[in-house]
């Protein structure tokens, strides 16, 4: 039996990492061959939905490369990559899925050793992580679906882009916000956000009380409860029919979905 060949989509920054790249190709340094590359003017433009979708249709292993903290190009440009990478991180933990499978690195144009390098050890990881098991594992398709949907949610956009402004400059009254409660706060909306697109997709396939969503969720029913209220006042949600004494809940699809 041949060895595991990992199917790796690496995203290039055009001002470093993809000159580091092409360096490491001048230079004749040995590196796998297992990576498709994709060339972006920075690497800001890479967003947490495209690495999860990625990882969703089958690819064992996703890097983003961009400029050092400092240099971009765009000034603050990787510092919202770095923000936005690790919200993909968050929901990549809450799918199932090994995090490992996406990588962010800081490549300069001078650095091909370094590109070779770490290209060479992702290689060495996603070899011992195996396979993404997406096309085997119809939970964690779904989870991942779900990671996807929640990826899209205007909150999560808008607060993975104004970390940085939180802790610097402070919010609409001036009040700086220390990193950890940032943190505390990305964490909590990222979980919010993706249960409860795991809830709408589960209610699309057919009508589920709160009990059997709890279940599905692995949290508490008191906890799943405030998840379906906050889905049914932004009218995403509504109750289906009552089986005996227990209300069953649909998703109401839009837009033709």
Not at 33 to 56: D, F, G, Y
Not at 83 to 107: N, P
Not at 131 to 152: F, M
């Amino acid at each position: 039996m041949s060895e595991f060949e990992p199917k790796i989509i690496i995203f290039l920054c055009n001002w470093c990492s993809y000159a580091g790249a092409d360096l490491a190709g001048v230079s004749r340094y040995q590196y796998p061959t297992n990576a498709r590359t994709v060339r972006v003017m920075c690497s800001t433009r890479v967003s947490p939905q495209i690495v999860l979708e990625l990882l969703k249709d089958g690819a064992d292993g996703v890097m983003v490369t961009g400029c050092h903290p400092g240099d971009c190009h765009y000034i603050n440009g990787n510092y919202y990559t770095e923000r936005r990478m690790e919200m993909a991180h968050r929901l990549l933990k809450l799918t199932g899925l090994e995090s490992q499978r996406l990588r962010l690195d800081w490549v300069s144009a001078s650095e091909g050793e370094k590109y070779a390098g770490v290209v060479t050890d992702f290689v060495k990881e996603l070899k011992g992580l195996g396979p993404n098991p997406v096309h085997k594992d119809a939970k964690l398709a779904s989870r991942l679906k779900a990671a996807v949907d929640a990826s899209k949610n205007f909150r999560l956009k808008v607060l993975s882009s104004k970390e940085i402004n939180l802790i610097s400059k402070g919010n609409a009254y001036g009040e700086k916000i220390n990193q950890q409660s940032v943190e505390g706060i990305m964490e909590q909306a990222t979980e919010d956000e993706f249960k409860a697109s795991l809830i709408l997709q589960l209610t699309n396939k057919k009508s589920q009380s709160v009990k059997e969503l709890a279940k599905e969720l692995g949290e508490p029913t008191d906890r799943t409860i405030e998840h379906v209220v906050s889905l049914r006042s932004r009218n995403l949600l509504a109750l289906d029919h009552i089986d005996g004494a227990t209300p069953k809940y649909k998703a109401i699809v839009t837009g033709g979905a």
